[in-house]
Each structure stands twice: as structure tokens, then as C-alpha cells.
């Protein structure tokens, strides 16, 4: 039990490097993006003009006329706290916007690992069985699709022909089981094609072993 708790401990100090390093990159990207958060909080009306001075007050207000080290330092030591800060778009406590959308995701993530336990494996043990096969040729292409498509582009062209030419799923939305099926599969797709790959790759090295290839003779 302690050696359990001393890899445990190991593993964490190892990923917190990594951990600090993904929030500072986070963090830079925000700081980096073109627009100013106090510019857009005062012209959301679509009809204020803020002043250089409204501008500057604001920007204090937000903490935006402090270091970047300073601003980052004070958002890590509130985001250890729980504390995630208020969305500029909304309003409204980062955490709160953030638990609101968490069971959709979780669902949607369901859903998409759902996909691919009874696409991907599955299809890998079929292909590496058929492996050379006219059948398994189009597999392959289909692997090569949902590799190389990128997933935004994807979802266009499912959109455009199970929503707008066909009509038999939602574009949009989230209730029952239809508007789950489109968007879990688009986000599964990339994935079920490297799974299928990996089995393919996985079962013929294994069939390709001598005690194999022994017990398939006798």
C-alpha cells in the first residue's frame, strides 16, 4: 500500500509540471488574442463610445493594466481557490457558465465513446481477419477519410446532407436521442479510425507470432 502511495505521489509531481506549463500556454493565448476585453465589455450595447479614460478605468478594473506575470499569478492563485473569475461575455462566474454546460459534454462524450468501443473495435478485428480483401479495401478508405478530414469540416458535410437534404437529423440543438447521434459521431470519428487502425496493426502482429501460427497448423 505505501509503494502504491509512492508511485501515486511520483506520477502527480510528474504531471504537475506539465499541468502549470498547459496554463501558462492557456493563459498567453488569452493575452495574445486580438481584441480588448475592456473595449468589448463597454461597447456591448453596440452604441457606447467609450473615452481613453473609460477605456483605462476599466482595464484597471479588470486587472489588464497589471504585469503578465502579475495577472497570471493572481488568476492561478484564484483558480486554486476555485475561483475562475467572471465571464466578460456574460457576466456571470466562470465555474457556474463552466458546471451549466458540463452535462451536456459528459453526455456528448458518452455518447462519442460509445461510438467508437462498438465502431472501432469491432471493425479492427473484421479488417485484420479480412486484411487484403475488397471489403477491407474500403475500410481503409474510410479510415483515411476520418483521419485526414478535419471534424469542423466533417460536421458541414453531415449537416448538409442528413439535415438539409435528407432532413432526418437536427443541426442544432440538444434533447433527445437525434441531436446526439450527428455531433458524437463527428467527434468520434478521428478517434474510431485510429482504433480501427491500431487493432488492424495489433491483431496481425499477433497472428504473425510463431505459438500462433503453431496452433493455426495443428
Known sequence: MIAFFVYAAKRLLIILPFLIGL???SFLLGII???DPALTLLTMDGSTEPTVEDLAAMRHL????QPIWQQYLNWL???LKGDFGISYLTQKPVLAEILRRFPVTFHLSLWAMAWVLFLGIPFGVW????KNKKSEFLVRIFILLFISVPSF???IIFMLIFSEELHILPSSGYGDITHMIMPSFVLAAGTIAAVIRLQQTTIISVLEKPFIQRLIVN
Open 23 to 25: 496554463s501558462i500556454i
Open 33 to 35: 488574442a486580438p481584441g
Open 62 to 65: 479588470l486587472g489588464l493594466d
Open 77 to 79: 492563485i484564484h483558480a
Open 127 to 130: 479488417s485484420a481477419r479480412y
Open 153 to 155: 469540416w466533417l460536421a
